[in-house]
Each structure stands twice: as C-alpha cells, then as structure tokens.
C-alpha cells in the first residue's frame, strides 16, 4: 500500500482544515487507517485511527471532540476533518495503515505511512 497525504497548510487559530490520504491498491477496505502527528521537540502522536469498515473510530484525547477521521472505500481515501485548531496542533501529520490492528494507539501496529503534510496554525 502507498500513502499519499495531502491538504496541509497555514491556519489561523480557531479555523478548519481537511487532510486527506489516497491510497493505491485494491485492498485498501481491509486495512485500518491512522493519523499521527509528529511536532518539533514532541513526541509523536496517533490523534485518530478508523477501522476497516469505518465503523470503529479512535481519537486521541487532545483532539477529541475536534478532529474528525473519516474514509470513503470507494475513493481509497482517508480523511482528517480538524476543527477549532490552535497553535499547539502545529506538527507534520503522517497517515498510516495496519493490516491487523489490535490498539489504535501503538505505532508498530501500523505497517505502512505516507509522507508527511505540515499543519502550521498561527495565533
């Protein structure tokens, strides 16, 4: 599976943006998809995760109630609606993919990413 994200850019404090990942290949229903963020002198972070099917969802307390993950089957694309941004969701958001995926919230469980998109939000 390839990963390619898109949609990332410079956002005031309190707007919105979309990033999107397509994904190449026919199998891309059966992988669970991730979103981790990776800000400078910050630890990475997985802030959503979706499952296979979309029914299940995963959202990293910081975002919760802020992002939104999605994912359209048909287009092979995972989307990230982020809401209400501020300053500190500035970071490089990397999607991924996870063939087996037990915990959202592991890296390792994630067996492909894409290149990163940079979010810069300003105050």
């Known amino acids: 599976v390839q990963l390619q994200a898109s949609g990332g850019g410079l956002v005031q404090a309190g707007g919105s943006l979309r990033l999107a990942c397509a994904a190449s290949g026919r199998t891309f229903s059966s992988y669970a998809m991730g979103w981790l963020r990776q800000a400078p002198g910050k630890e990475r972070e997985i802030v959503a995760g979706?499952?296979?099917?979309?029914?299940?969802?995963f959202y990293s307390d910081p975002v919760k109630g802020r992002f939104i993950i999605s994912r359209d089957n048909v287009k092979n694309t995972v989307y990230l609606q982020m809401n209400s941004l501020k300053p500190e969701d500035t970071a490089v958001y990397y999607c991924?993919?996870?063939?087996?995926?037990?915990?959202?919230?592991?890296?390792?469980?994630?067996?492909?990413w894409g290149q990163g998109t940079l979010v810069t939000v300003s105050s």
């Open positions: 979706i499952s296979s099917t979309g029914a299940g969802t």
């Open positions: 991924m993919a996870a063939r087996n995926l037990r915990d959202y919230r592991k890296v390792p469980e994630y067996d492909y």
